[in-house]
């Protein structure tokens, strides 16, 4: 199964400024998703990173303030643009190497926003 | 638009009781279904897949069951430890989509020593 390392493990931000959280992937995967866990909460995708195109965002989230880059078939990018303290969640990275395949996860992003 | 539930929401058992978690979707257009397991502070451990051609999957002491056409889900876990105490979430894909999953709310267990 594919193992996923996300950096940075956690970070405390002020508010306004951006981070950028990456996502890396010991193999090929043919799908990668980014979701949002709020405390307290379960999973919401945020959105599907696409290959060498525009991310595919779910309803209520947008580009501007969650841009995605996935510049190949191991890799990807998540940036939470001018943070508030509502932006406080664990951010998390998955992937799946085919249609019959699990999706597996990262261990996640912990993101504070003062 | 497909809804998870997860019931229940919390559970408490003794150690070396067999126990089961529910989920229930309201969409059974499914590709597949698949069980996790979160510790505090950790990321997801898949589980269990099951497929929407599939009936139930096991794995050592958990075994998934899989009923499509009443949108369920069981998870049974046999001989519980300790160490399975932590937040168990199930999660849907719908046929047709870029399988992306949906969440149920989750289940957090404990198990007494």
């Known amino acids: 199964s594919a193992v996923i390392s996300q950096k940075p493990s956690r970070d405390i931000c002020q508010r306004g400024t951006s981070l950028t959280i990456q996502c890396q992937v010991d193999?090929?995967?043919?799908?990668m998703f980014w979701y949002r866990q709020q405390p307290g909460q379960s999973l919401t995708l945020i959105a599907t990173?696409?290959?060498?195109?525009?991310?595919?965002?779910e309803s209520g989230f947008v580009i501007d303030k969650f841009p995605i880059s996935r510049p190949n078939l191991t890799f990807s990018t998540l940036t939470v643009s001018n943070m508030s303290p509502e932006d406080s969640s664990i951010y998390l990275c998955?992937?799946?190497?085919?249609?019959?395949?699990?999706?597996?996860f990262g261990d996640g992003t912990r993101l504070s926003i003062l | 638009k497909q809804e998870v539930t997860q019931i229940p929401a919390a559970l408490s058992v003794p150690e070396g009781e067999n126990l089961v978690l529910n989920c229930s979707f309201t969409?059974?257009?499914?590709?597949?279904l698949q069980w996790f397991r979160q510790d505090p502070g950790k990321g997801l451990t898949s589980l269990l897949l099951?497929?929407?051609?599939?009936r139930e999957q096991t794995s050592g002491r958990l075994n998934a069951s899989l009923d499509k056409s009443s949108g369920r889900s069981t998870l049974y876990i046999a001989a519980s430890q300790p160490g399975d105490s932590a937040t168990y979430l199930c999660?849907?894909?719908?046929?047709?989509?870029?399988?992306?999953?949906?969440f149920g709310s989750g289940t957090q267990l404990t198990v007494l020593p």
């Open positions: 999660a849907v894909t719908l046929s047709g989509s870029a399988r992306q999953l949906t």
């Open positions: 099951i497929q929407s051609s599939q």
């Open positions: 998955s992937a799946t190497q085919g249609t019959h395949q699990p999706q597996h």
């Open positions: 193999s090929q995967v043919t799908m």
């Open positions: 990173a696409n290959q060498g195109s525009e991310a595919t965002y």
């Open positions: 969409d059974s257009a499914i590709y597949n």
